[in-house]
């Protein structure tokens, strides 16, 4: 099944491992391969809705986004994209395609074939996973952005590539971080993500492209990380359900910004449906929280009291050291409106509503509640 309309429907274009919807496309004559298309394509014409197309969408945000953009924009306006085997909810969700970002040739086929309007690109390796394979972070960080970009350019896509709190460094003021300030990360993930920034509003200055970024802290979120190194403040819930032991592999002060997937979520959508000419900048920091794993543990002690947490900082702390403990998103609040939802209090109990449901008997969850 999940070959279906995985790995060969856009690599080979069988007709029978297209989604019913997209077949009849393909008898249409294509859309005009290079500059500003006329037609936005059948469906788009009637109700002027985008179709998105989103990169490396099964990790940790992609899903997320995808069901977020389907209720905006339709079902099957929104494409999940990724290079690995979908599971069976993904697919039966909406569109799904292999799509690798290092093979330019087959990204433009799927953005021509399918009218794509707007690109997001997730596909990346995060932090401490790009420190272990700098090679292949590089490649997939670098050349796939290049692709993209260069996808985008020909044929006038709106291009959203997130950027991280690791596109700072040690030189960077850390509490808080402005929009605007030095940038020297010291690690390949961030500096990839430097590098990004500066393409996409270089792209954006030279070609007009609609290139838009926002700058994440770390995202909290149910899933399973995907080695960052914010990935304790996902992990410490789960611990603190199951085994009430958690081994932080950061410092107990260690202050980094934070925030709730479904804050960081919405607020990306919204980013990408701003009018262009609210958008004084390009790239924007988003925040929402700021903490230090001791002042979590204590909050999720309010939930489990007997919860402990253990330090045994590794290599990951340095990385910690160099980024910012807090952020300034006062330009994204001032220029389109953004505003976070979450706390941290709320964060906590979100999370742990969510994850007692996984873990504990429901009367658990009823007792948590009252
Ligand atoms: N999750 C966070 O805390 C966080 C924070 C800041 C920024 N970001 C950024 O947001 C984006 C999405 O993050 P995420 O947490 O979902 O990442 P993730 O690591 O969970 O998922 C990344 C996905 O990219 C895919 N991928 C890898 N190589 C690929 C290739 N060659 N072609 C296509 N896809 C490929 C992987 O299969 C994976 O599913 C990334 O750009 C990341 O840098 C994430």
């Given at each position: 099944?999940?070959?279906k ?13 297209v989604?019913p919807?997209?077949?009849q496309?393909?008898?249409r ?6 500059g500003?298309?006329e ?6 014409e009637m109700?002027?809705r985008?179709r ?8 940790q945000l992609?899903?997320?986004?995808a ?7 339709g079902?099957d306006?929104?494409?999940?994209s990724?290079?690995i085997?979908?599971?069976?909810e993904?697919l039966q969700?909406?569109p799904?395609?292999y ?20 690109l997001?690109?997730?596909?990346a390796?995060?932090?401490a ?17 290049h692709?993209v ?5 020909r044929?006038?896509?709106?291009l ?8 700072f460094?040690?030189?960077s003021?850390?509490?808080?971080t402005p929009?605007?300030t030095?940038q ?7 500096v990839?993500?430097?590098?990004g ?11 007009g492209?609609?290139?838009?970024c926002?700058r ?11 080695g ?12 603190a ?8 592999y ?24 701003a009018p262009e000419?609210?958008l004084?900048?390009?790239t ?5 929280v ?13 939930f489990?009291?007997?919860f ?8 990951r ?7 910012p403990?807090k952020?300034?998103?006062?330009n ?21 509503e969510a994850l ?6 429901k009367h ?7």
């Amino acid at each position: 099944m999940a070959s279906k309309l995985g790995v060969s429907a856009c690599r080979f274009y069988s007709r029978a491992a297209v989604p019913p919807r997209f077949r009849q496309q393909l008898t249409r004559q294509p859309a005009a391969v290079s500059g500003r298309r006329e037609s936005h394509g059948l469906y788009n014409e009637m109700d002027h809705r985008p179709r998105v197309l989103i990169t490396g969408s099964l990790g940790q945000l992609g899903g997320g986004l995808a069901r977020i953009l389907r209720d905006r924009f339709g079902r099957d306006n929104v494409i999940m994209s990724d290079i690995i085997q979908a599971p069976k909810e993904v697919l039966q969700a909406g569109p799904y395609l292999y799509a690798d970002v290092l093979d330019q040739r087959s990204l433009k086929e799927i953005c021509v074939n399918y009218e794509i309007d707007w690109l997001v690109h997730f596909g990346a390796l995060l932090s401490a996973v790009g420190e272990a394979n700098v090679p292949l972070a590089m490649e997939v960080n670098i050349e796939g952005l290049h692709n993209v970009l260069e996808v985008s350019r020909r044929f006038n896509l709106k291009l959203f590539v997130p950027s991280t709190i690791g596109a700072f460094g040690p030189d960077s003021p850390r509490n808080p971080t402005p929009d605007l300030t030095i940038q020297r990360p010291r690690t390949i993930y961030g500096v990839s993500k430097v590098h990004g920034e500066l393409m996409g509003e270089y792209y954006h200055h030279k070609f007009g492209m609609d290139f838009r970024c926002l700058r994440y802290p770390g995202v909290i979120s149910t899933d399973q990380p995907g080695g960052g190194t914010t990935d304790y403040a996902l992990k410490i819930f789960h611990d603190a359900l199951t085994t009430k032991v958690h081994h932080c592999y950061l410092a107990p002060d260690t202050r980094l910004p934070m925030m709730y997937i479904d804050d960081l979520l919405s607020a990306t959508a919204d980013f990408l449906e701003a009018p262009e000419d609210q958008l004084k900048m390009r790239t924007y920091n988003i925040g929402a929280v700021d903490f230090t794993p001791e002042e979590l543990a204590q909050e999720i002690r309010k939930f489990v009291p007997d919860f402990e947490i253990i330090y045994n900082p590794d290599h990951r702390q340095a990385i910690a050291d160099s980024w910012p403990q807090k952020f300034d998103f006062s330009n994204a609040s001032n220029d389109w409106g953004y505003r976070p939802l979450y706390d941290m209090r709320g964060m906590c109990e979100v999370m742990m509503e969510a994850l007692m449901q996984v873990y504990k008997p429901k009367h658990k969850v009823a007792e948590l509640k009252e």
